[in-house]
């Protein structure tokens, strides 16, 4: 098959292995001064949204008043053709609602005015800073030409001193002039804390670009501490082979054989450790993180490594490390041939299986792609674990308020229990009994306790469950006298590990449901760059909310619950990520048979796979049918660029 060479930026993704005692303190307080930096840096920007908001209602008016009428006047709007079409669904039918339009109308009005009055004070706002926003621009370019530089720093001083000079002319407006005041002092407050920080460059250069990425949405909010971030490295003229070769002083892989990744096998045991700058010692000397790696891809050598970094993630109650490598790789591949439709969705089959995808080319070739139904029964344990993590933590709660009703206990308890009865998440209740723990010091009784407990429970025929109901624990708590902690603090002890157990499980399960599909849709996107174009329609995955069972088994009602797991979106992603993939609008692509042409209108959404045309009388599958509308709708109309 011919192929095509082609250029361009890849994130590679490698597994690692927790890193030493040692290693895992000194990442946790870079993570620590990461997630300070962040939210000083979003602190920063809201103070200076702040000042332009004054500086705008001192010269234009009260813009923030404006804009919220508007919001409000579109949200009736919207409100009210909900109500509209709520009415024509329960009628099944599009009957007229006079009073219903007449209103919708009355508030588009309505709706007009606001926005003309938007309009106008958005074109006030121009008419005062365009003109010295151009001129400043000229300058820019005009001195930087003169220098003959584009680097950051020089730019940096050329922004400074022409803002300067045009400062003191008196021909700006004053409100340019104050909101350029505003964006040099929160400037000036940015660098202060980028020197206060304590992070390596790399590390707050990465903070920065998700801090600029942030400050581009209009509401921009502080992030809460999870226990996750990024630790990395900006490299500079190194190459894959530098790496492994430990020429690099910001990251170091050890070599490994050139026929390691020959066999399946030989991938597998591909492990190395990898070394991540994190500091500097004396003299510059790099302070080096550890990691074992298991390296299951050939990194080329010639290729160009720009960023890398170690990605934190929580899953359950433990830490997953993860190395990503941003590098400038040359590809090949096929050039690819014809054109092919993809239909995605969710539906269960008749096997169990959850259909996700259904493509058909033009040559009327088909490809399905399917979850298997093991995938769908785990994710149902997912369900029912989190069940009964819920169950055990309702019944901890109440046995606690139950407690605490007829028994003595200390004031701070009271006050941190105050609300407990609207407690919703089991980790308050968790961290509660940590505590109770600490202050009356149960940790050595509950160890030694514990090991009994285990033993006795473990040793029985058929083995118990390691948590029991507060009755039956305080009736094994008789035989053992010698404890001075009273029942309740060791019923909450017992229901704290079994939560943490449930929480575990469920999550490990979750993320390795995940993390298969991601491979699947990833193989399958490859195989679908055998075509020079792929199209699929142009929906918003996020709002979209098919019910499409094929079947008409009553387990089946309610597949939109399995969306979650299709995830239709980044299979999209994936097949975007191709650079092969157009969007196409299409409407009624579920309605319209690809045969005759001929729009069906059916009472009710259709459930089944297989639906009949009331036109030519052929029986189809639904997705199949999707596929081949999408396949000729590009011809009559113009196709969306992928995202």
Same mark, same amino acid.
């Given at each position: ?86 009415? &024509?669904?329960?009628? &099944? ?9 007449? +209103? ?24 005062? @800073? ?5 001129? /400043? ?14 680097? %950051? ?8 001193? *022409? ?41 707050? $250069?990465?903070? !920065? ?18 226990? !996750? ?33 020959? #066999?399946? %096998?030989?991938? &597998? ?19 080096? =993180? ?30 997953? /490390? ?24 969710? &539906? ?5 299986? $959850? ?20 995938? +769908? ?66 940790? !050595?009784?509950?160890? #030694? ?7 006795? +429970? ?13 009755? !039956? ?10 404890? @001075? ?20 499980? =469920? ?9 298969? +599909? ?17 199209? *699929? ?40 990520? #191709? ?32 639906? @009949? ?10 997705? /199949? ?5 999408? $396949? ?12």
């Amino acid at each position: 098959m011919e192929t095509i060479v082609t250029k361009g930026v890849k994130i590679w993704t490698f597994g690692l292995r927790p890193p030493s005692a040692a290693d895992e303190a000194v990442i946790n307080d870079l993570m620590s001064k990461s997630h300070a930096y962040h939210n000083n840096l979003i602190e920063n920007e809201k103070k200076r949204r702040d000042r332009y908001c004054e500086l705008r209602r001192e010269h234009v008016g009260d813009f923030e008043a404006l804009e919220k009428a508007y919001s409000d006047a579109n949200d009736l709007v919207t409100a009210a053709r909900a109500e509209i079409k709520l009415i &024509r669904k329960e009628k &099944r039918a599009r009957v007229e609602v006079s009073d219903g339009v007449a +209103r919708v109308k009355a508030l588009i009005e309505e709706r007009k005015v606001h926005k003309k009055a938007l309009a106008e004070a958005r074109a006030e706002i121009k008419a005062l @800073t365009n003109p010295a926003h151009a001129a /400043y621009v000229k300058r820019v370019d005009a001195k930087m030409k003169e220098l003959g530089s584009t680097g %950051p720093r020089i730019r940096g001083k050329v922004n400074a001193e *022409v803002r300067d000079e045009m400062l003191l002319e008196p021909k700006w407006p004053e409100f340019w002039k104050r909101t350029k005041e505003a964006e040099a002092e929160a400037h000036a407050k940015r660098l202060a804390l980028r020197a206060a920080c304590g992070l390596p460059s790399g590390t707050y $250069l990465m903070v !920065e670009q998700a801090v600029d990425a942030a400050t581009k949405k209009p509401n921009i909010r502080f992030r809460r501490w999870n226990g !996750e971030g990024r630790i990395g490295v900006q490299l500079r003229d190194v190459t894959g082979a530098d790496v492994f070769s430990n020429k690099s002083n910001m990251l170091q892989i050890d070599s490994l054989p050139d026929n390691q990744w020959d #066999t399946r %096998p030989g991938r &597998r045991r591909a492990r190395a450790e990898v070394r991540i700058r994190v500091g500097s010692a004396e003299g510059q000397k790099p302070i080096w =993180a550890r990691f074992g790696g298991l390296i299951h891809r050939r990194v080329p050598p010639e290729c160009s490594v720009k960023w890398a970094w170690i990605k934190i993630t929580r899953q359950g109650n433990r830490r997953r /490390y993860e190395l990503q490598m941003t590098m400038k790789v040359e590809s090949r591949r096929p050039v690819g041939e014809g054109t092919v439709a993809v239909d995605l969705g969710w &539906r269960i089959k008749e096997d169990g299986d $959850l259909r996700v995808a259904y493509a058909v080319d033009d040559s009327g070739n088909t490809i399905e792609l399917v979850l298997p139904e093991r995938m +769908r029964t785990g994710m149902e344990l997912v369900s029912r674990l989190s069940g009964h993590g819920d169950d055990h933590h309702n019944a901890a709660r109440a046995v606690l308020i139950n407690w605490m009703k007829f028994n003595k206990h200390p004031e701070w308890l009271a006050e941190a229990t105050e609300h407990i009865a609207q407690w919703r998440a089991p980790s308050r209740l968790a961290a509660l009994v940590t505590q109770m723990n600490k202050h009356f010091g149960y940790e !050595e009784q509950i160890a #030694t306790l514990w090991d009994i407990w285990l033993k006795e +429970r473990l040793a029985a025929t058929p083995k118990l469950d390691l948590h029991a109901d507060f009755a !039956e624990l305080r009736s094994w708590l008789r035989n053992h006298p010698w404890l @001075t902690m009273p029942d309740v603090a060791v019923y909450l002890e017992w229901w704290r590990r079994k939560n943490e157990h449930l929480y575990q499980w =469920a999550s490990d399960v979750r993320g390795k449901i995940l993390r298969r +599909r991601r491979d699947i849709y990833r193989v399958f996107a490859h195989k679908l760059t055998a075509y020079e174009k792929i199209i *699929v329609e142009d929906a918003n995955w996020a709002d979209l909310n098919r019910n499409a069972a094929p079947e008409e088994s009553a387990e089946n009602d309610h597949l939109h619950r399995w969306r979650n797991l299709a995830s239709p979106g980044d299979l999209r992603l994936k097949l975007s990520e #191709t650079g092969r993939m157009e969007k196409v609008k299409t409407a009624y692509s579920t309605r319209d048979c690809h045969l005759c042409g001929h729009r069906n209108e059916w009472e009710e959404k259709p459930v089944e796979l297989y639906q @009949t045309c009331q036109g030519c009388h052929e029986t189809w599958d639904q997705d /199949y049918n999707a596929a081949k509308i999408l $396949l000729t709708r590009p011809e009559e109309e113009k196709p969306i660029a992928a995202e």
